[in-house]
């Protein structure tokens, strides 16, 4: 009666309700148009049991629909589900047909520079960009971007996770050695900045370019340089061996992000065991062995010369603290 | 006097022929040079082009390091030998509002006229500055400058305003008359804001039982003594003293004079480790007192012109503005007592 697989990959849910679905809404970035709330309400009312459930990716999940209305309710969020998309340049050929593929999950996004003070990037904006690189593929992957070291969003958990950096531009004829930074640095940080000589010092090897140094001068002595991104990989909750994402990549460039992204797609298309439902990029990282997917993964890509390839059980976000 | 309206392409030329003695120095924008990501910084910079100077908007920073740098080299050591640095200074034309202006009658009384203390290093650059008015249309949000009286000021070289297609130029100084021998002739006379926002009044008479009120324990909590609402001020002139050594030697280098600020850690920190104003509440007190009563007490002026940069750059949210109301609540409170 039902393709169960079909559904599924046309991002639909097999509900444990017989003959019951929920609709999953792609929300890039979780930076959404306020004018859609009106049909996703309409959706949840019209044929759904009247609540939306927000997921953890930052999507919408509207449960209680029938699967004998699918043809309908795909019409009607048809016109929607282009909209969403096209803000992140991908065209949906036949949006009246749903979505092509659900195994590519929502890129979810802190809100980045668009309110918060700590934010070194317009994240959402990164999520789109990201977005239009790998939708519609359909092996599984999660990614994440967070605009500061805090990681609000959790890039950590993901199999992709993006930690947005800046480097700190320090012009000591502007410092009045009040030592603002310094201080936040040694409690909040990784205390890597001192002062010598009425000047302060930066030690590269522990600054995790968090730009707080920047927010906490009075004088604008610290500006904003380049801006510059972490790649974490291979984090994973599910039941075999739950971890945090690794650092991967270290100071890659916007573009460099882009191309990873796009890249793991032929890493995962070559090394994934065929057998199983799904696997995720986790556990074929444990399989193939980090050289290979690091090696993989940056195939073809011209690094910024700031990138860093690092090797891996580098101490990852497990940062040092300048102990001194 | 001349007074005058020239077109931009008039003042193009204008500017380069002023740039050939003088350094322009007015509020333009920095775009990336934000504290946040994305954004830009207005601030009083070195401008390439009349163009490029904002006469619309409030500068984050103050003019005041034209005249007192943050960082200023006063003699160069070594062991015991000392002599002091012959610094070429370039003359410069600041563009700035009549608050600013009045700013600089407060900073020349404190370094030129500190009871008959003048400052060589802060007269040398003063010597060299011309002030050019720049107007304000309205008052901005967070200014208080009529309540102030520092509104107007007839202390300036000339005065530019920025039109449609040109500049209205009024023109005081004899030396500067000459550069501007374009334009059609026309009369020019700067407009005054004549009216805040929000009116303050400014207590007339503050007894010393207000040190003790509790009303400063609030910024006790408020407050992160970051020291922001200072280095904005443009009277501000607290400094402290450092030797800056050579990068290549430890018996050689410069003493310098470098900002310092009332509100942030170590600045009433005394040899044996005894730091009076620990509480952020005192560093407030210490500030606004000295603003709105210490400083009158001396030379019969505030030292606050209302600006309101303070208020606009704390990331705490607190207000210059509203600390001034409480005041006047407490001393209007007593007045009725008495």
Redesign the interface.
């Given at each position: 009666m039902y393709n169960a697989k079909k559904i599924v990959k046309n991002a639909f849910r097999i509900s444990k309700v017989r003959g019951e679905s929920a609709i999953r809404l792609r929300i890039p970035g979780g930076d959404l148009d306020a004018r859609h709330l009106d049909t996703i309400k309409n959706l949840a009312e019209k044929f759904g049991n009247g609540s939306v459930h927000l997921s953890i990716r930052q999507g919408f999940e509207i449960p209680g629909i029938k699967l004998s209305q699918l043809p309908e309710i795909k019409k009607f969020m048809g016109q929607m589900i282009y909209d969403i998309e096209k803000e992140s340049n991908v065209i949906l050929d036949t949006p009246e047909e749903g979505y092509p593929s659900a195994g590519t999950r929502n890129i979810s996004a802190c809100i980045?520079?668009r309110v918060c003070?700590f934010?070194?990037?317009?994240a959402p904006l990164l999520a789109r960009k990201i977005e239009e690189v790998i939708y519609p593929n359909d092996y599984h992957l999660k990614v994440a971007i967070t605009?500061c070291p805090n990681d609000c969003i959790k890039a950590h958990m993901q199999d992709i996770g993006i930690v947005s950096g800046?480097v700190p531009e320090y012009d000591?004829?502007?410092?009045?050695?009040?030592?603002?930074c310094i201080?936040n640095c040694r409690l909040r940080v990784s205390n890597s900045l001192w002062l010598e000589?009425?000047?302060i010092v930066r030690d590269e090897e522990y600054c995790l370019k968090c730009?707080e140094c920047?927010?906490?001068?009075?004088?604008?002595a610290f500006?904003?340089g380049k801006s510059l991104y972490r790649i974490i990989a291979g984090g994973r909750t599910g039941k075999r061996n739950p971890r945090l994402a690794n650092t991967f990549i270290e100071d890659a460039s916007e573009e460099v992000v882009l191309a990873v992204c796009k890249n793991i797609y032929s890493f995962i298309h070559r090394n994934i065991n065929t057998k199983l439902p799904k696997e995720h990029v986790g556990y074929i990282i444990d399989r193939t062995g980090f050289e290979t997917f690091a090696e993989e993964v940056t195939r073809g890509i011209v690094m910024n010369p700031e990138a860093k390839v690092l090797k891996p059980n580098n101490p990852g976000y497990f940062y040092k603290y300048r102990d001194k | 006097m001349k007074m005058l309206e020239i077109t931009q392409g008039q003042a193009d030329s204008v500017f380069e022929s002023l740039s050939q003695k003088y350094r322009i120095i007015a509020p333009v924008e920095k775009p990336g040079e934000g504290r946040f990501s994305n954004t830009s910084l207005l601030t009083y910079d070195q401008a390439k082009s009349f163009k490029e100077i904002d006469f619309f908007k409030k500068t984050y920073f103050s003019p005041k390091e034209v005249l007192f740098p943050v960082r200023e080299s006063l003699f160069e050591f070594k062991k015991s030998d000392i002599h002091e640095l012959q610094e070429e200074i370039q003359p410069s034309i600041v563009f700035l509002r009549a608050c600013d202006i009045n700013a600089v009658g407060i900073t020349d009384a404190h370094f030129l006229n500190n009871e008959k203390f003048k400052d060589v290093y802060y007269g040398r650059r003063r010597n060299l500055v011309k002030l050019f008015l720049i107007e304000c249309k309205e008052s901005f949000e967070s200014c208080f400058c009529v309540s102030m009286g520092t509104n107007k000021s007839e202390d300036y070289s000339g005065f530019m305003r920025k039109v449609d297609n040109g500049y209205e130029i009024k023109v005081k100084d004899e030396e500067l008359i000459p550069y501007f021998s374009q334009g059609k002739q026309k009369d020019v006379e700067p407009v005054f804001v004549e009216k805040d926002t929000s009116p303050l009044i400014i207590p007339k008479e503050i007894d010393v039982s207000l040190f003790k009120d509790d009303i400063w324990k609030e910024y006790s909590k408020r407050c992160s003594a970051c020291g922001r609402c200072n280095t904005s001020c443009p009277t501000c002139t607290c400094f402290t003293i450092g030797d800056v050594l050579s990068e290549d030697s430890s018996d050689s280098g410069q003493r310098r004079r470098i900002w310092s600020s009332c509100q942030v850690k170590n600045f009433g920190l005394l040899a044996g480790n005894h730091d009076f104003r620990i509480p952020k509440g005192d560093r407030m007190r210490y500030k606004v007192l000295h603003k709105i009563r210490d400083f009158r007490k001396r030379t019969g002026f505030n030292m606050c012109v209302g600006c309101g940069r303070c208020d606009d750059v704390c990331p705490d949210y607190i207000s210059m503005f509203k600390c001034i109301e409480k005041i006047n609540q407490i001393t209007d409170k007593k007045e009725t007592n008495e």
């Open positions: 980045g520079d003070r934010a070194n990037c317009d605009a800046v000591s004829s502007r410092c009045i050695s009040c030592e603002a201080d000589n009425h000047k730009g920047i927010l906490k001068c009075p004088m604008g500006t904003r | -």
